[in-house]
Nanobody, 117 residues
């Protein structure tokens, strides 16, 4: 059974930091690109960071320089370190696994991040 389990969300003040983690099981983790998406109510889910199976990393412009994605293939884990958080980073954050041909896609259940004073 495939599972992506996110953790680490919560309430943080502007300028603060959070670390999101996603633990995967049920598939061959190292064969998949791992991604973080976020969604604000009423808007589409958008990609914020990606770490491909061959080591390439991508960030959305809105988070570049503030967020860092990493993965540990030995632990089947992908992490999103979020620093200098802004109120506009408030969203539900989702972990995503995608095969190279994008035909197999798995989603986690999401973890809420709220940035507010």
């Amino acid at each position: 059974q495939v599972q992506l389990v996110e953790s680490g969300g919560g309430l943080v003040e502007p300028g603060g930091s959070l670390t999101l983690s996603c633990v995967a099981s049920g598939f061959t983790f190292r064969w998949f690109g791992m991604n973080w998406y976020r969604r604000v109510p009423g808007k589409e889910r958008v990609s914020v960071a990606a770490f491909t199976q061959d080591g390439r990393i991508w960030y959305a412009d809105s988070v570049k320089g503030r967020f860092t994605i990493s993965r540990d293939n030995a632990k089947n884990t992908v992490t999103l370190q979020m620093d200098s958080l802004k109120p506009e980073d408030t969203a539900m954050y989702y972990c995503n696994a995608m095969s190279v041909n994008q035909e197999v896609i798995y989603w986690g259940q999401g973890t809420q991040v709220t940035v507010s004073s």
